[in-house]
């Protein structure tokens, strides 16, 4: 997702040059330096709360689009401090923002152009709020929000459990990913029967109990409360998209599952994404094993397809995998291929069919000189699968939301759609697009899945009452370099032909952590995007007690002095 605006009003501003630091290597995420608040420039926050550590850290989110110098950011040791920091920050009007891995693209936690941070304190999550526990007699893991996503999958597997689906990265915290609904790629292949625990969902429709800092009218201060799924409270909380402050979930897990992961770079884009009913479709895939991702580099002839299956036991040709992230090819690259990044962003776009070929050729050859091209082992090894390390990109992100029946015909459109306009762009010597297409299917937030009866509100996932026949959702993503010419312009055309073209037999959501929103001047500036058309989707089809506005409403009823909100949270739920 980009947040660029245009050239000409920005210039080569310092923002603009660590996009280019994060697009060209790994080196700009060194963790930044800490600086304490005694040793500080600048006055720190009034009457800060002693015995919790406070300091000043750049913050910059993944792809380099958002970078800020010198954010207050503090370091609470348990879930009391939070509470404390509430408090305080409400009395002296600050304002709190969770801060995990800040594995993320979108302006939740501090705007675009760092114009909210002066009055802002980071609260670091993942340093002490850390603590995992597994009850093997209920299947249930208790994990505060920093605790990483590796940690608890981990903690699960030593256990006997384990989940369905997860994001592919596991240095996100568990808080980062509830509050964006975070997803992986499952629906149950053909003839599937789901196993006792799991969905086919986001993590947030795993919750159980979730506790929060909310405001208690009757002492007129903060305080933590735990509610349990069915409350009211949680509808909000499970997927509250930046405006709450969670420290510790309850997650429903079950038995873990063995699986197997198939890659092949040998199907053709025009036989895997056609409009058709038979051959090698993602369709096929989808039904014969039910966990699919399509990544298709633009200007190449065949995507890379990931095909996840369970199997019990070890297939003949698989080779066992006993830890996670396999594709070291992807999360270690070359140098040429920052060296042509760094070219196609500052000088040379039309070398952008060549940084095309060139990643095809590093997954075609990774795969198999490093035997993972068909991989077995315990779910959490094969389910994450991307570090830290990898090519820094920005990403948009939609979810839609439509029948199983109908997931070949979205993604044909969508393919046939993306590639003519690639072709268009290049006929005009324009490459916006120099990153991969990433295609994948999950089940919707069915809270039965897990013994429930709310859903998480603000999910992208949330089923419609008034369309039971939508059963599944298609994650569409976009990659470019950060700093791409005319990739916003793209994007934002992309965007408008999204909502137009699925809107007489399906549903378009935003994927919160991503890129959406777009004009010309960049992501999240569509005020019509978002005033109106994504607020439009979460109250269609859903009483008005259970619907966008009665979750905003709630939120609010939880925190009214809007102390865990920022100037884009606000906007978004004004």
């Not at 002490?128 to 929000?145: E, N, P, W």
């Not at 429709?205 to 201060?221: F, P």
């Not at 777009?518 to 005020?527: D, E, I, K, L, P």
Request: with cysteine; glycine share 8%; net charge neutral.
């Amino acid at each position: 997702m980009s947040d660029e605006t245009s050239e000409g009003a920005r210039g080569f501003s310092r923002r603009r040059v660590l996009q280019g630091a994060a697009a060209v290597g790994v080196a700009a995420w060194i963790p930044f330096e800490q600086i304490p608040a005694a040793h500080s420039a600048l006055p720190t926050p009034p009457s800060f709360p002693s015995g919790i550590s406070l300091f000043q850290q750049s913050y910059m989110n993944w792809s380099g689009g958002i970078a800020v110098d010198g954010v207050w950011t503090c370091t609470p040791n348990n879930p009391a401090d939070v509470v404390t920091l509430a408090n305080w920050a409400r009395a002296n009007g600050w304002r709190l923002r969770a801060k995990g891995s800040s594995h993320n693209w979108s302006p939740l936690s501090l705007a675009v152009d760092g114009s909210d941070a002066s009055k802002v304190v980071l609260v670091d999550t993942k340093t002490k709020l850390t603590a995992i526990s597994v009850d093997t007699s209920t299947s249930r893991v208790r994990v505060q929000t920093g605790a990483t996503m590796l940690a608890m999958m981990t903690a699960l597997e030593s256990n006997g459990l384990g989940i369905t689906a997860s994001p592919a990265p596991g240095d996100l915290t568990v808080g980062g990913v509830l509050a964006i609904d975070g997803h992986g790629t499952a629906v149950p292949k053909a003839g599937e029967v789901k196993p006792t625990g799991h969905t086919y969902g986001s993590i947030s429709n795993l919750v159980q109990q979730i506790t929060a800092v909310v405001w208690n009218a009757a002492t007129s201060s903060y305080v933590l409360r735990t509610y349990s799924r069915n409350d009211v409270e949680a509808g909000a909380l499970m997927a509250h998209v930046g405006r709450s402050f969670i420290t510790e979930v309850v997650l429903q897990a079950g038995a873990n599952q063995r699986l197997r992961c198939q890659s092949w770079f040998n199907i053709p884009a025009t036989e895997l994404f056609a409009n058709s009913t038979s051959g090698r479709t993602f369709a096929s895939y989808l039904n014969s094993a039910g966990r699919v991702e399509a990544i298709w580099f633009p200007f190449t002839s065949n995507p890379w397809l990931k095909v996840w299956s369970v199997a019990p036991s070890k297939p003949l040709l698989s080779r066992q995998v006993n830890s996670p992230y396999n594709y070291s090819f992807s999360d270690n690259l070359p140098q040429s291929i920052f060296d042509l990044s760094a070219q196609i962003v500052s000088s040379n776009p039309a070398n952008t069919p060549s940084f095309g070929d060139l990643n095809y050729n590093i997954v075609a050859a990774g795969l198999v000189t490093t035997l993972t091209y068909d991989i077995w082992g315990w779910s959490k090894n094969l389910l994450l699968y991307v570090r830290p390390s990898t090519l820094r990109v920005t990403a948009n992100g939609y979810a839609i939301v439509c029948k199983r029946a109908d997931v070949q015909r979205v993604i044909q459109e969508f393919t046939f759609r993306y590639s003519t306009r690639l072709n268009d762009y290049r006929n005009q010597g324009k490459f916006p697009m120099n990153g991969p297409v990433e295609i994948r299917v999950t089940g919707l937030d069915k809270p039965g899945d897990v013994g429930a009866t709310r859903s998480p509100q603000l999910s992208a996932l949330r089923p419609r009452p008034d369309h039971p026949e939508w059963d599944c959702a298609v994650w569409l993503d976009i990659l470019t370099l950060p700093g791409t010419p005319y990739a916003d312009v793209f994007y934002a055309e992309m965007e408008q032909w999204i909502y137009s073209n699925y809107a007489s037999y399906a549903d378009v959501r935003p994927e919160w952590s991503k890129g959406w929103g777009y004009t010309a001047s960049g992501a999240w500036t569509s005020g019509p995007v978002i005033d109106t058309t994504v607020p439009k989707t979460f109250r269609a089809g859903y009483p008005v007690n259970d619907n966008w506005d009665s979750g905003r409403a709630m939120l609010d009823i939880l925190d009214p002095a809007r102390v865990f909100s920022s100037a884009f949270v606000d906007r978004l739920l004004l």
